[in-house]
């Protein structure tokens, strides 16, 4: 423990250089944040980079909905099949939901101009002249594109047509998939949070033709006119007619920035709109970031200082729960963990074992080789031990040459097998100090918990059984009389 206090006071100069290193950049982000400089990187980058990224994550559907569109038109599978006269409409069918699942489409269709019928993923139906749903169809027919984009506002979906000709150039059909503007719309919403702007987008009819959750200008929902949203008369005084470009105008007594950018793929305009307040306010954005640097370096010197201790405490801990020389527990270590593994025996009412193992004539290494031959010993048995016992038993060296190993929910045949295991693994165990070979047995006593007793008790049995291999010859096992089999290990 006197070493802490040390500790704590050489992470002092420490602490107070990360701090004032934070204060520092604090104050420097403060002094050249101007607002003019905000305000321009505002309207002139912000703004059309978030415009560009909605573009761009639109565009990319577009280019990947167009090929998909493109390859369908142009399928071997589909042009056979039609040139065998639509035969077994599943085949067309499962086709589509082929498609579908592949490139992560809302649907998959073609509608067929010999047979008049609209197949999807999962149905066929006929084609209608008269039913306003199918005037796309017809539309298109006549219209000679090769492909065009369709927007279903109602569905927010996006369509894409594509003409299916046969070889001689006649028009066999419409191919195409759809994919809703989910994505568009979580986009939206993200930026919306994360930089305090409101995005939507407008329709040449000047209707809110898509938004966010929290809606268009002033919560507005999908289909409102923009004449008719009062805290944007301003802008519509500037903009009888929607264009691309950058505008001010002001909403409610508040100052506002907005970005337009015509999407003509879409036939849409897309709005960004910043307020005045999100952009003049460099000395207040400015006690933030001090405020977040301050939390920031407080949180990872705690952090720090947190680290080291527990480490330290750790440290501790270990010093006092396990040997030293071995790394075992240690008597007191054990202790802890076993009154837990009684209390839990007696509580589940399962079987509970000790051994308690002695190495035969130990101070003859001491005594013929030295200490340091002991010590060795007494490593290579510990780590000889580790290997044989199981995960959930528990290993402590007791004391000197003596070590205990408690069992788990374990049979006393079971224990007397595992305990035989450990003495012919020890009796085999080649022992090489420093070139010499040292015959090296143990000898063990064990016993098992009694239905009421005390870990005191089971020791106790499990060392008188250890006095009695120790004086039946050693190198042996021999179990407590209450849980023995009338036999000791190895036969005498």
């Known amino acids: 423990m006197p070493q802490m206090p040390l500790k704590q006071r050489s992470l002092l100069p420490l602490l107070a250089l990360i701090i004032g290193l934070g204060f520092a950049i604090s104050s420097l982000a403060s002094y050249y944040m101007s607002r003019e400089t905000i305000r321009q990187s505002i309207i002139g980058t912000e703004l059309p980079l978030t415009a560009d990224v909605i573009t761009g994550e639109i565009q990319k559907d577009l280019v990947r909905l167009v090929q998909v569109s493109s390859a369908m038109a142009q399928e071997p599978f589909v042009l056979d099949w039609l040139d065998q006269g639509e035969p077994n409409a599943a085949l067309i069918t499962r086709y589509l939901q082929a498609i579908q699942e592949r490139y992560n489409t809302s649907t998959a269709f073609f509608a067929s101009q010999t047979s008049q019928t609209y197949y999807t993923e999962g149905s066929a139906q006929a084609l209608d002249p008269n039913d306003p749903a199918d005037h796309w169809f017809y539309r298109f027919e006549q219209s000679g594109t090769p492909w065009e984009i369709v927007v279903d506002v109602s569905r927010l979906t996006m369509f894409i047509n594509y003409r299916v000709t046969g070889p001689d150039g006649h028009f066999r059909g419409v191919a195409g998939v759809g994919l809703t503007l989910e994505r568009v719309v979580d986009l939206i919403d993200n930026y919306q949070q994360r930089y305090h702007r409101n995005i939507y987008f407008v329709g040449t009819d000047r209707r809110i033709a898509m938004s966010g959750e929290r809606g268009g200008p002033n919560g507005q929902p999908r289909g409102t006119l923009l004449d008719d949203i009062p805290g944007l008369m301003d802008l519509n005084r500037q903009l009888p007619q929607l264009r691309p470009g950058a505008f001010a105008y002001e909403s409610e007594g508040e100052q506002h ?39 920031s370096v407080t949180g990872t010197v705690l952090a720090l200082v947190g680290i080291i201790s527990r480490r330290y405490l750790q440290r501790i801990e270990s010093m006092a729960t396990h040997d030293a020389l071995t790394g075992l527990l240690n008597r007191h270590g054990f202790g802890l963990l076993a009154d837990q593994a009684v209390t839990e025996a007696r509580r589940q009412r399962s079987s509970l074992c000790v051994l308690i193992l002695d190495l035969d004539h130990f101070k003859h290494f001491n005594d013929r080789h030295g200490h340091l031959a002991g010590d060795y010993v007494l490593r290579h048995f510990a780590g000889l031990l580790a290997k044989q016992v199981r995960q959930a038993d528990l290993v402590s060296r007791w004391g000197g040459e003596e070590f205990v190993v408690m069992f788990k929910n374990t049979e006393p045949a079971t224990a007397a097998s595992l305990a035989e295991r450990i003495r012919t693994a020890t009796e085999t165990e080649p022992f090489d100090f420093e070139g010499d070979l040292l015959e090296v047995t143990v000898s063990i006593g064990a016993a098992r918990l009694s239905t009421n007793g005390t870990l005191e008790a089971v020791l106790r049995d499990a060392d008188e059984a250890l006095y009695r291999a120790k004086n039946s010859g050693r190198n042996r096992v021999c179990l407590a009389t209450a849980a023995s089999t009338g036999r000791d290990y190895p036969p005498s």
């Open 257 to 295: 920035f907005i970005n337009i950018r015509y999407i003509p793929e879409l036939g849409w305009f897309l709005m960004v709109d910043k307020q005045e307040s999100g952009v003049m306010a460099p000395v207040r954005r400015a006690l933030w970031i001090n405020l977040l640097i301050c939390v």
